[in-house]
């Protein structure tokens, strides 16, 4: 199987060398390329964003070639070629959904339905979890275990794709994943994961090579959603002792540890201040460690911390003991918080929330604050007691001011709520006005309140007024310079 291995690796990392080489003009040509817009997307030049396509053909073309030269591969993976076959619909289909939402960017609901079929294939192909595993306990899911797949499927697809936000961070994550893979195949006797595996190591080496600081190519949604898809069907299929049927599911999720807490750490954030689900901001692991180390060092961090989460889950599918990658997956959590690097103010925003949520109960305050300071240290005092005032005095039922400024590293959180405000009231009324200065869009703010004598267009006319001096007020505390911008931290509270 080493063997099998090692030429799949070889022949991926040649012919990703080379078809992502032929790939980079194409892309510039067709469109597909990621242009600078000086607000979130801020580098220099286009980059092109044909990534993804070139690691699925050049590993396809790898494990092509590869069955037609040695018969050690042909042994290894034609007993799962049914599998493999729904696989490789599921990986088209996938990077076909990319490739379009790279080209033209999709809204999140179709992108979903869009993935949900896409990993419908790989169902058939017998890549389901039918059972679990958890520390010696099966568990049978019967018809439950189609939708649980799904999730499975979509949650690091998603979770994946979340982290693809710097220059080398996901190719190195993502051959560290899949080294682990290709030696846990090996050990559970899953000849077809073990290739599989090791070809697409060697498809990320080759992209790394034009990937690296500073970029010449990404991914795109294209290759990162395809590195969440195949990742996920090889975690069912490599996690799998024996002739038995139930996954061991924590050696899957101890080897996704860092993705897995970055999505959870984005949905916490944003559920609790307020935001969309699918609202981007700069929150996530990658900007943290951009602002806190150097792009090497931030890479260093990025590979040693997923060495800690594979050898967590190669010595549990080793042991089959799965505390060893629980405990492991808990050591990268802990060493993140205990540095301040990632996780820290959300675990604050979350311990602050209850707190308040009890306040609430027993002092019935007259409002409440909910604050969040994710990026930047600009001191937004001023900013907020002029917000503050006039809603006391204009009676708003709630205030919502965010401010989201890629460019100046910036992203501030702030709402007040009168005591008995709701958001669907009858008698209710919401405006939400943008935000601009120094030429870019910079956040929103939105007021609500309850609707009295006056007409419609007053309201509106007040918090607009509002909204203007609350844009004279952050331009003046934004530099026009972004590069003059202190470093950034994510001090985080909730004031009741």
Excluded at 44 to 61: E, I, K, Y
Excluded at 202 to 207: K, R, S, T
Excluded at 241 to 255: D, M, R, S, W, Y
Aim: with cysteine.
């Amino acid at each position: 199987m080493a063997t099998a291995c090692l030429l799949a690796f070889s022949l991926a990392l040649v012919f990703g060398l080379i078809i992502t080489r032929v790939a980079i003009p194409i892309a510039a040509r067709v469109g597909l390329t990621d242009r600078p817009d000086g607000r979130r997307k801020l580098q220099s030049a286009p980059v092109p964003v044909v990534g993804g396509v070139a690691l699925f053909v050049g590993v396809l073309a790898a494990l092509g070639v590869s069955l037609s030269l040695s018969e050690t591969v042909r042994e290894v993976l034609l007993p799962g070629a049914y599998g493999g076959g729904w696989l490789l619909v599921s990986a088209a289909l996938m990077v076909g959904l990319g490739v379009i939402d790279d080209r033209w960017p999709l809204r999140a609901r179709f992108k979903l339905v869009g993935q949900i079929g896409a990993v419908l294939p790989a169902l058939l192909g017998g890549f389901q979890l039918s059972a679990i595993s958890l520390f010696g306990l099966d568990v049978q899911f019967g018809v439950f275990g189609v939708p649980l797949t799904v999730l499975w499927f979509l949650a690091a697809v998603n979770a994946i794709n979340l982290l693809d936000g710097m220059d080398g961070m996901l190719g190195t994550l993502g051959g560290i994943v899949c080294i682990a893979l290709a030696v846990m195949g090996g050990m559970v006797g899953s000849g077809f994961t073990a290739v599989t595996a090791a070809a697409l190591v060697g498809g990320l080496a080759a992209f790394l090579w034009y990937n690296r600081p500073p970029a010449r190519v990404y991914l795109g949604d294209a290759g990162s959603t395809l590195i969440g898809l195949v990742v996920a069907a090889l975690c069912v299929r490599g996690s799998v002792k024996g002739a038995g049927t139930a996954v061991a599911i924590l050696a899957p999720c101890g080897l996704l540890v860092l993705p897995f807490f970055d999505t959870a750490a984005a949905v916490l954030r944003r559920t609790l201040t307020g935001r969309g689900l699918a609202a981007a901001d700069r929150g996530h692991l990658h900007h943290l460690l951009q602002q806190r180390l150097s792009r090497p060092w931030a890479l260093l961090t990025v590979g040693v911390l997923g060495c800690v989460a594979a050898t967590g889950a190669i010595l549990a599918t080793y042991f089959e003991n799965d505390a060893v990658a629980v405990v492991a997956a808990c050591g990268v959590i802990a060493l993140l918080l205990a540095r301040g690097l990632f996780g820290l103010a959300e675990v604050k925003l979350l311990a602050s929330r209850l707190r308040a949520v009890v306040r609430a109960g027993v002092l019935r305050p007259e409002a409440t604050e909910v604050v969040g300071n994710f990026q930047g240290t600009v001191d937004w005092e001023a900013v907020w007691v002029r917000v503050a005032e006039t809603a006391k005095r204009e009676r708003f039922t709630a205030v919502q001011l965010d401010v989201t400024a890629p460019r100046w590293q910036l992203d501030y959180h702030r709402r007040w709520e009168a005591r008995g405000h709701t958001s669907d009231s009858p008698t209710g009324w919401r405006v939400e006005v943008p935000l601009t200065g120094h030429g870019q869009t910079l956040g929103r703010l939105t007021i609500w309140g309850k609707r009295g004598e006056g007409a419609a267009t007053d309201y509106v006319r007040g918090a607009t007024e509002l909204a203007v001096e609350v844009e004279v007020l952050i331009a003046a505390l934004i530099p026009t310079s972004p590069a003059s911008v202190p470093a950034a931290n994510t001090n985080t509270m909730i004031a009741a």
